[in-house]
Each structure stands twice: as C-alpha cells, then as structure tokens.
C-alpha cells in the first residue's frame, strides 16, 4: 500500500533552518508529484508547493518562496522540504501529499516548533 | 487566491442520518473541488474529486455535487467512524486553496 513516512518533529531556533523528509513505499516514485501542505490553527491549511519527483522540478506558492525549498533524493525515494530563516509564524504541522492537484495520499504530518 | 469558505465550522448528528457539508468558493472553478476527511491520529483521507469522482475506497455513502462556486459533500446513512474534520479544497488555479473545515461530531 502506498506509505508517506515523515521524519519527526522539530524544534528550532529563529534564524535557523530545518529539512523535513518524506519517505515514499508501495509504489513507483516517479508515479506522481510530491506537494507539501502546511496546518496552523489560525490559517488553516496552506498550499506550499509540489516537486515533480521524475524531473526535479518546481513550483511554489508565491507566499512560500525564498522560505521552502522542494528537493527530491529518486535513489530513497524521499522528498524533501527545507524551511529557512524560520520565525514563529513558521511553527506549523507541515504535510508532504502525493500529487499536484488533489492529494491521495498524505503523510502523518511533522510539528516544526520555532523558538528560542 | 481563491477564497473558499465552510460556513458551518461544526455539526452534530446522529447514526443513520443524512448530512451535508457546504463549500463556496469566491470564484467559479467549475468542478475542480476536491473533499478530504481528517481523523485524530490518522493521515488525510481524500474521498472526492472532480467535485463528484468517489476517490477508491471511499464508501458510497458519500457524494459529491456542485460546480461553480458551490459545493455540498453529503454523507447519507451516517455511520460513527464518519466523525471527523472535512475540508474541501480547490485545484482550479494556484495557489491551490482550502476550506477552513467543518467538524462533523457523530450525536
């Protein structure tokens, strides 16, 4: 069966970065795009952007842009999201979902906590 | 962005009931809608997309109807593993842009 694994949460410092991963099971790869999707209370669910996991390439949110970083490991099988310069507003429950359109498969979600 | 709104944030029914949850989106995205269900402790389910295509697995208790601006997800015949949070979603023009959820609570 098609399996999402993420790594586990995170804390870090303003300033600093993360990389959060998304380990892909129970199929090809390449079959479809990763997309990654951010949760807070107070805004909801946030589209960040998706990586075409054949090819490498790219699209984000404008409002994501200089703050995510979509890169993709073919040999693991692994997605990967890299958030930089992170803030409070960063602290979030942030998903990895195959496609780009709708999303049939979700991962279980990794907390990113920003604090000093 | 397309804006897309739940107005019920929370509903309460019974087994064997029928529900239906709203989504309006602020401009028209023909039928590109999708439906998702979120239970504690478990990963996003998708149940529908293309407004109205039962996703594989998702029971046929569930439907889909709407295009344009509104959308109804409908549950007929509850059953107490429905309770949970739905969210609708757009796909018609980035960036792609959900609802804020409605919480279905099984009475």
């Known amino acids: 069966q098609v399996q999402l694994q993420q790594s586990g949460a995170e804390l870090a410092k303003p300033g600093s970065s993360v990389k959060i991963s998304c380990k892909a099971s129970?199929?090809?790869?390449?079959?479809?795009?990763i997309s990654w999707i951010k949760q807070t209370t107070g805004q909801g669910l946030e589209y960040i952007g998706y990586i075409n996991t054949g090819s490498g390439g790219t699209n984000y949110n404008e409002k994501f842009k200089g703050k995510a970083t979509l890169t993709v490991d073919k040999s693991s099988s692994t997605a990967f999201m890299q958030l930089s310069s992170l803030t409070p507003d960063d602290s979030a429950v942030y998903y990895c979902a195959s496609g780009r359109r709708w999303f049939a498969y979700w991962g279980q979600g990794t907390l990113v906590t920003v604090s000093s | 962005d397309v804006q897309m709104t739940q107005s019920l944030s929370y509903l309460a029914a019974s087994p064997g009931e029928s529900v239906s949850i709203s989504c309006k989106a602020s401009k028209s995205i023909s039928n590109y809608l999708a439906w998702y269900q979120q239970k504690p402790g478990e990963a996003y389910k998708l149940l529908i997309y293309s407004g109205s295509t039962l996703q594989s697995g998702t029971p046929s208790r569930f439907s889909g109807s709407g295009s344009g601006t509104d959308f109804t997800l409908t549950i007929r015949s509850l059953e107490p593993e429905d309770f949970g949070l739905y969210y609708c979603q757009q796909y018609y023009e980035k960036p792609l842009t959900f609802g804020s959820g409605t919480k279905l609570e099984i009475k």
């Open positions: 129970g199929y090809t790869f390449t079959s479809y795009y």
